[in-house]
C-alpha cells in the first residue's frame, strides 16, 4: 500500500517539473499595428457633413394667430419643367429646365438680386417635388447659403398651386 501512495507522492518541486515558456506576442502585436495604421488611414477619407435646414411652421388651423400673419418668404420652386423664385403668391423669376439639366447659374444670380428686395433676408424655403433627386435639392440649398441666406428651409411643393395638388 505505501507503493501505490508513493506513484501520487511528488518527489520534486512544482516549479522544476514544468519548463518556463515565453508567450510570443509578436504575431498579435503585428496585427495590431497594421490595424491601427489601416483605421488611421480609414479616418482622413470619412467626412461628416451636417445641413442645417428647418422645416416651415404648420400653417393649418392649430396656427397661433395672435402675432398677427406669417412673414413672407422668399421660396424657391423645384419642378423637373422650371425652377421658380417665388415670394409670397407672386412668381418673380421663372427659370426652365432643359433637358433635365437645372439652371444653377441663373438661381444663384436670381436669388442674390431676390435677397436684396425682401425684408427677410436671412430665410428662404425650398419646395421641391417629389421627382426631384435629393442632389439637386442639396445644390440649391448650397447655392442658397452663397446667396446670403443662413437659414434654409424645405417644404414640399404642389403639382397645380392653382388646385393644390
Do not use: W
Amino acid at each position: 500500500m505505501a507503493e501505490k501512495l508513493a506513484l501520487f507522492k511528488e518527489t520534486t518541486p512544482p516549479s522544476a517539473s514544468f519548463d518556463e515558456n515565453d508567450i510570443d506576442i509578436t504575431p498579435m502585436m503585428n496585427m495590431f499595428i497594421i490595424l491601427v495604421t489601416f483605421l488611421v488611414s480609414m479616418a482622413v477619407f470619412t467626412h461628416v457633413a451636417i445641413l442645417d435646414f428647418s422645416l416651415p411652421p404648420n400653417v393649418g388651423a392649430g396656427l397661433d394667430m395672435s402675432k398677427g400673419t406669417p412673414k413672407v418668404k422668399v421660396t424657391v420652386r423645384l419642378g423637373s419643367d422650371y425652377m421658380g423664385v417665388v415670394l409670397g403668391d407672386k412668381l418673380l423669376d421663372s427659370l426652365p429646365v432643359v433637358n433635365g439639366i437645372f439652371p444653377m447659374d441663373e438661381l444663384s444670380g436670381s436669388l442674390t438680386v431676390r435677397r436684396n428686395e425682401t425684408t427677410e433676408r436671412d430665410e428662404v424655403v425650398i419646395a421641391s417635388l417629389d421627382e426631384i433627386a435629393f442632389k439637386q435639392v442639396v445644390h440649391v440649398m448650397d447655392i442658397c447659403r452663397a446667396a446670403g441666406f443662413s437659414r434654409v428651409g424645405l417644404s414640399s411643393a404642389t403639382n397645380d398651386p392653382k388646385k393644390g395638388i
